[in-house]
């Protein structure tokens, strides 16, 4: 049986399901066979970048010896992925330079309380942490980090803090790899336990469950309410905001905002980026 | 922006001219360290070399140590190879490269590489 993409050039389900399974044991990257035409377009960019004449020859190639240039490119054509240590960057400059110093002036002692409220596979709680330990490194005892998803699998990976070569290049600094993460195997990295260990992981569902009281000082909750209706996103800022310490502040994503709710969160803002805090 | 592509394979050549245009950038193409050094040496218009590590007459780490020796070049060097043993990766980096990709990687990877070396954002 095949798939026919044109009338002269069919590929074989042999082939789409070879390449899909090298493709996911190698990147975690799902090709099921409803989806193999988004493959065909890989395949056939394949045989142009090895100057071949048809699939079945590229087929041929990587049932061969496959050189370490060989995987890459297979790999690099085959992938996509949104997760993203820094992402954005000034979520996590405005960390250190605004929130930390505001929150220092204003509390006298005490611990600061920080919540990635939806850390998915734990990029931002792990970006977090390497930011206040460029900058705060004597900071980190005293302060508790909880990191909290509604998806168990991706809470998992966050925990470990295992990740593959992809993620590790998405936002993250060589140096910083080499410092903060430890090399497990040729395709994957995992964030070091002092990392790991300071992070408390929850499954968290933020319309639906009970929130902590006037608990946390720093909450990054990005790129949740864009997904929501307006009474979700009303009853998720009521709970994000009595949740937080009075001079405690909230991230949203960028793009994310307040238009149309009620709050008694006030708007400031650091180098364009717009964060909520909660009055002292 | 022009990037200089030192790879012995012309499949990654290809690929990696592909995914530049796509960002709107031009890739040229030096097979090995020796003949990056040569384009280098009657040309100016470089902004970035993506560098391979394993390849034939002069490789990644020898190229890096010439320009230590000789400074041919200041254009910033970025690593672009499967080599990915941290000591390899923190060899490069002593030897003056300014930032690491490890094949395989992606288009976005590629960019936000570019996004921390100074001056090519």
């Not at chain 1, 377009?41 to 049932?63: A, C, G, I, M, P």
């Not at chain 2, 360290?33 to 040496?41: T, V």
């Amino acid at each position: 049986m095949s798939i026919a993409v044109s009338e002269k050039h069919e590929i074989s389900l042999e082939i789409y399901k070879f390449f899909a399974d090298y493709i996911y044991n190698h990147s975690g990257m799902t090709y099921l066979e409803k989806d193999y035409y988004r493959l065909e377009t890989r395949l056939r960019s394949l045989v142009k970048l090895f100057e071949l004449k048809s699939v079945n020859e590229v087929f041929d190639l990587y049932q061969g010896s496959v050189t370490p240039d060989m995987h890459a490119v297979l790999i690099n054509i085959s992938t996509n992925n949104e997760t993203y240590f820094f992402r954005d960057i000034v979520p996590f400059k405005i960390l250190t330079e605004y929130l930390i110093p505001n929150i220092q002036e204003t509390k006298a002692v005490g611990t600061i309380n920080v919540w990635s409220a939806a850390a998915s596979t734990g990029q931002e709680i792990y970006s977090i942490l390497m930011s206040l330990s460029e900058k705060y490194p004597d900071l980190l005892s005293k302060m508790t980090f909880e990191a909290s998803d509604i998806s168990c699998e991706a809470l998992d990976k966050a925990k470990l803090g295992l990740y593959n070569g992809l993620d590790v290049q998405r936002g993250l600094p060589i140096a910083q790899l080499m410092k903060y993460f430890e090399q497990l195997s040729d395709e994957n990295w995992q964030v070091k336990q002092e990392f790991t260990r300071k992070v408390n992981f929850f499954k968290f569902n933020l319309l639906k469950e009970e929130y902590p009281k006037a608990k946390y000082d720093i909450i990054y909750c990005r790129n949740v309410l864009i997904y929501q209706d307006m009474p979700n996103k009303q009853l998720i800022v009521n709970k994000l905001y009595a949740s937080m310490k009075p001079g405690g502040y909230l991230v949203l994503g960028n793009g994310e905002s307040f238009i149309g709710l009620e709050t008694k969160l006030k708007r400031e803002t650091f180098n364009n980026l717009t964060v909520y805090r909660r009055e002292p | 922006m022009k990037v200089l592509i030192v790879d012995d394979s012309k499949a990654i050549f290809l690929m990696v001219s592909q995914m530049l245009e796509e960002s709107g950038h031009t890739g040229v193409w030096a097979e090995d360290g020796q003949k990056a050094f040569e384009y280098l040496s009657g040309n100016n218009d470089i902004d970035v070399i993506l560098l391979d590590w394993n390849m034939p007459n002069m490789n990644g780490p020898e190229f890096l140590e010439k320009n230590l020796t000789e400074s041919f070049t200041e254009t910033p060097v970025i690593m672009m190879t499967t080599e990915n043993k941290p000591a390899n990766i923190k060899k490069a980096l002593s030897l003056g490269a300014v930032e690491y990709i490890m094949k395989p990687f992606t288009n976005d990877i590629l960019n936000g590489k570019f996004e921390l070396v100074d001056g090519l954002a």
